[in-house]
């Protein structure tokens, strides 16, 4: 977790001014950043990034973010129970041509569409020409109040000379911008793999490729329930590590078997089939915006739960409508389960719909055993079910590694995949 950052006034580099000021009001706070006064309620953190490249841009804190992320080398987690109202200014000068999100270019802040873009996973891009910012809204359950946030900031004075920003191209919206599909990001694979909040900056992913022990790397794309931004996830890393030779595990993080008016699961199962339908629409969008091409497997992380009772029926109708609508669509479906929990629900209702099961089983079980066998992935001993290269095992949690210099938090992860034996998409794949 990143600590909270108090602001002083002063000059980042040529280009931005910051500063942080008391507002009339005691629950509001105000800030002068690249032109733009923008106020916050009191109790948001304000964080600059250029001060702290490696803080997280986390989006279960109340938060105005400010300058381009950095390493991120703080970011833990998969998942959060509930996302909170952030805002992440940075220059567009230099933003990433992000493709897991709608970007929207709009003259100023005053003139955002009165209906923004819909997006499964609660995040926004505005790229506001006038000022030479963007602007990225993340938001729980509906994006009115942040939005307003955006729209109500007014123009700031810069005091003293400010080197002004070289002009750029303005930023695309992500729906006109569909990368060449890549048919190489999933070749067949069986060995190690890890996951991280956020994607790794090149040098990391270089440095690992080099010096450490795995060959795939999940992450995350999308999902109302993502703990992390993912600023620097676009169509052209992946493309680079497709090339490099990583097999891609493609994660959307969807709502989950918890109550929360921003991130959960209904408890009603022809509603969660509804959200499943949703889920593999976002996840498709974002999917071809980053250059995934058809076929390729596409895993939703539904983490662990306890009142199996209350939560099973609805985790299935979820994830059978997820993989329905994702063959629909043309892609595959995985599901990342607890072997506690959706690996034991999605076993005992495998034969009621086989078709509509996941095509691959990834399941999490921090026993330290590098394998798919039954035992480890929390299925009946013997079972024919998600046999053959259709099994992933994420058998170690949350921890720090370091490779060829560069340390990640991550969790570890066996593979055994082979996408092109999973049989015709919307068929049933071979169980033996």
């Known amino acids: 977790m990143a600590p909270a950052r108090t602001l002083l006034s002063g000059l980042l580099g040529a280009a931005l001014l910051l500063s942080l000021q008391p507002d009339a009001a005691a629950d509001r706070q105000t800030v002068d950043y690249h032109g733009l006064r923008v106020t916050v309620p009191a109790d948001w953190r304000v964080v600059d990034l250029d001060r702290d490249p490696g803080t997280c841009v986390r989006l279960d804190l109340p938060t105005l973010y400010l300058g381009h992320a950095g390493t991120q080398s703080e970011c833990t987690g998969r998942a959060v129970a509930d996302r909170a109202d952030t805002l992440h200014l940075e220059p567009l000068d230099g933003a990433p041509q992000r493709a897991d999100i709608p970007t929207v270019a709009v003259e100023s802040r005053g003139a955002l569409p009165e209906v923004p873009p819909y997006a499964d996973s609660h995040e926004l891009r505005y790229a506001l020409r006038r000022s030479g910012v963007v602007a990225t809204v993340s938001y729980g359950a509906t994006p009115d109040a942040v939005r307003r946030v955006l ?15 070289t002009p750029v191209t303005p930023i695309t919206p992500v729906t006109a911008v569909i990368a060449k599909p890549r048919s190489d990001a999933q070749e067949p694979f069986t060995g190690q793999g890890f996951d991280a909040c956020t994607a790794p900056t090149q040098k990391a992913m270089d440095a690992w490729r080099a010096a450490s022990p795995f060959r795939a790397v999940g992450v995350y794309i999308g999902g109302r329930a993502r703990a992390c931004a993912q600023p620097r996830l676009t169509a052209r890393w992946v493309e680079r590590q497709a090339k490099a030779g990583w097999h891609l595990m493609p994660i959307w993080v969807g709502p989950q078997p918890w109550n929360s008016a921003s991130t959960g699961l209904s408890t009603d199962p022809s509603k969660a089939d509804r959200q499943g339908r949703s ?6 969008d974002a999917a071809r915006s980053l250059g995934l091409a058809e076929g390729t497997v596409l895993y939703n992380d539904v983490e662990s739960y306890t009142d199996r009772a209350t939560w099973d029926a609805p985790v299935v109708a979820y994830l059978t409508a997820w993989t329905v609508r994702l063959h629909e669509l ?33 399941v999490a079980r921090w026993n330290l ?19 053959g290269p259709r099994r992933a095992h994420q058998f170690r949690g949350d921890h720090d590694a370091t490779y060829g210099g560069v340390t990640l938090t991550i969790d570890r992860n066996w593979l055994e995949i082979d996408p092109a034996a999973l049989g015709p998409i919307g068929g049933l794949p071979p169980l033996s």
């Open 151 to 165: 729209a109500q900031a007014r123009a700031a004075a810069r005091p003293g000379p400010v080197t002004p920003i």
């Open 279 to 284: 889920a593999a629409d976002g996840a498709v």
């Open 330 to 362: 043309g892609y595959r479906s995985a599901a990342y389960v607890s072997a506690s929990s959706g690996a034991k629900a999605l076993s005992a209702h495998h034969h009621q719909a086989p078709e509509a099961m996941p095509d691959v089983l990834w």
């Open 369 to 387: 055993s590098a394998s798919v066998r039954d035992a480890d992935m929390g299925l009946p001993g013997g079972t024919a079910l998600w046999a």
